[in-house]
């Protein structure tokens, strides 16, 4: 019988098919950057739609950032496949009853309609460079140009219908799309830790404060390596949509945790002793106190101080770096926690991710890097500032 558990490094006892965790870091990257493109088009469509012209410098740049980053998402999902040419499986022989394989498809769609939207947004900048550059670039600009070159007032008006039909059907895109990834864990009974209806809320609210943050984060580092002075009303703006989404996303997943902790299920003893033991740094220190309460105070202390200039920028980028901290832990504490809890619910698993490899933390950091240089690339081919001349 004792072969048939495993006390050590466990706490309590476990199956031997449960000793491996099979969801690794590469999983936890995937919903992290799903949320990024969620919080950055969410921005943009801030201006697009809903017509927050203090945005404008940062508008067409967040719509780029969402871009790369949804190009991104399919690369941990690939990598952690043993054979990831099989992913084409699930497009060629569809299974509408599977929720992983109708994300390729929600995923696919996305894609395209970032891409037109895209277009239609730097066209004119398109056509400038088709009739202006020579050489290689003139054949790039024109093929990207699709043969349009028309940039008059009726065109131009058409275009601007077209973007903002585009930007409506992205909003619920973009936040239906990792409020889907939220469904998948929220949607498995056989994990105690996931099993809860307001994961795909938690997942769809911590998206929309990670990009808004990683929005700011590059928009202070662009402004800073371009050498032109960042627009503080763009950055009060944002600071308050990160504030705001903050409070409701700390209310979510408080309810949502003191829910889980709560109930009366089978196994709740182990839910408390992972609670309290394992989770204390990850989740109560770095997540919530770090990550989460920090900045809260420290946004809120600076509006309600009416703070303005560098220490403005100072506060609001230092904030937004601890709530991507904050997000990230969020992703590693769900997917890699809710491993940690065995399915029986009668012992914990410690899991140590590697360095190498290519489950490790080093292919995790790589992924996470290939966002930004694609950003950097596409910053290059087009011009997505708009520079106002209210500077700090």
Not at 26 to 47: D, E, Q
Request: charged content about 10%; some cysteine.
């Amino acid at each position: 019988m004792d072969a048939l558990f495993h006390a050590s490094p466990f706490t309590g006892y476990v199956y031997p098919n449960e000793t491996v965790i099979p969801w690794t870091v590469l999983i936890v990257v995937y919903p992290y950057l799903t949320g990024l493109v969620a919080g950055a088009f969410t921005i943009s469509s801030l201006y697009q739609v809903f017509g927050f012209t203090q945005l404008r410098p940062v508008a067409h740049f967040a719509l780029l950032i969402s871009l790369c980053c949804m190009l991104t998402v399919p690369l941990p999902l690939l990598l952690h496949l043993g054979q990831p040419e099989r992913a084409f499986n699930a497009m060629i022989t569809p299974h509408v009853t599977s929720a992983f394989a109708v994300f390729g498809y929600a995923a696919g769609f996305y894609i395209i309609l970032l891409v037109l939207e895209t277009w239609f947004v730097f066209r004119p900048h398109i056509v400038q460079q088709a009739q202006q550059r020579t050489g290689v670039m003139r054949w790039f600009y024109s093929i990207l140009s699709l043969g349009s070159y028309d940039l008059s007032e009726k065109a131009m008006s058409y275009d601007r219908k077209w973007l903002f039909t585009l930007a409506i059907i992205g909003i619920p895109g973009a936040h239906g799309l990792h409020g889907y990834v939220g469904f998948v864990f929220g949607s498995l009974k056989s994990r105690e830790w996931w099993s809860s209806d307001l994961m795909p809320v938690i997942f769809l609210l911590s998206a929309i404060i990670s990009g808004t943050a990683f929005v700011i984060v590059l928009y202070v580092v662009s402004c800073k390596l371009r050498k032109v002075s960042i627009d503080l009303s763009c950055m009060k703006v944002m600071a308050y949509a990160l504030w705001g989404f903050m409070m409701f996303t700390l209310l979510i997943e408080g309810v949502e945790f003191l829910s889980l902790v709560y109930r009366g299920r089978e196994g709740i003893e182990v839910i408390l002793e992972f609670v309290t033991g394992p989770l204390i740094i990850p989740f109560f220190i770095l997540q919530f106190g770090i990550g989460s309460v920090l900045p809260l105070i420290v946004i809120t202390f600076l509006i309600w101080r009416g703070t303005s200039g560098t220490a403005l920028i100072v506060g609001i980028t230092g904030s937004a770096i601890l709530v991507l901290l904050a997000v990230l832990m969020m992703r590693y504490n769900v997917v890699i926690g809710g491993q940690e809890i065995s399915k029986t619910a009668k012992g914990l698993i410690a899991y140590h991710p590697p360095i190498l490899g290519r489950e490790g933390l080093l292919a995790a950091g790589i992924v996470l890097t290939v966002p930004l240089i694609l950003l950097s690339v596409l910053v290059r081919l087009f011009t997505p500032w708009h520079d106002s001349p209210r500077t700090a």
